[in-house]
């Protein structure tokens, strides 16, 4: 039997006893960005005539641990109506001629 959830004022009510059941704990750990990147030493790019290139790779929302139930996000503070986080990952390539 699960507690109700109300809160009801001084009425005399057999419900008035305090519980913490409802409440969650919301601490979390969560790696949101993370970008790594490499320029090619210009000496090596003269043969290729090239001034400038630079590899990189780019992570959003990558690790989130926390003690909520599964789905829900802890930066949320909404009645559940939300998207879920998505991750984003991105390559490229930036050249210089």
Do not use: C, H
Not at 16 to 27: E, F, G, M, R, V
Not at 49 to 61: F, V
């Amino acid at each position: 039997m699960y507690p109700r959830f109300e809160q009801l004022p001084n009425t005399g009510s057999p419900n008035t006893q305090l519980s913490d059941y409802w409440l969650l704990n919301a601490s979390y750990i969560r790696l949101k960005n993370v970008q790594l990147g490499y320029a090619i030493p210009k000496n090596l790019l003269t043969k290729w005539k090239l001034s400038g290139l630079r590899i990189y790779a780019n992570a959003e929302n990558i690790f989130t641990s926390s003690n909520y139930r599964k789905g829900w996000d802890p930066e949320i503070n909404s009645s559940g109506a939300y998207y879920p986080i998505m991750r984003n990952f991105t390559f490229g390539v930036n050249l210089s001629f």
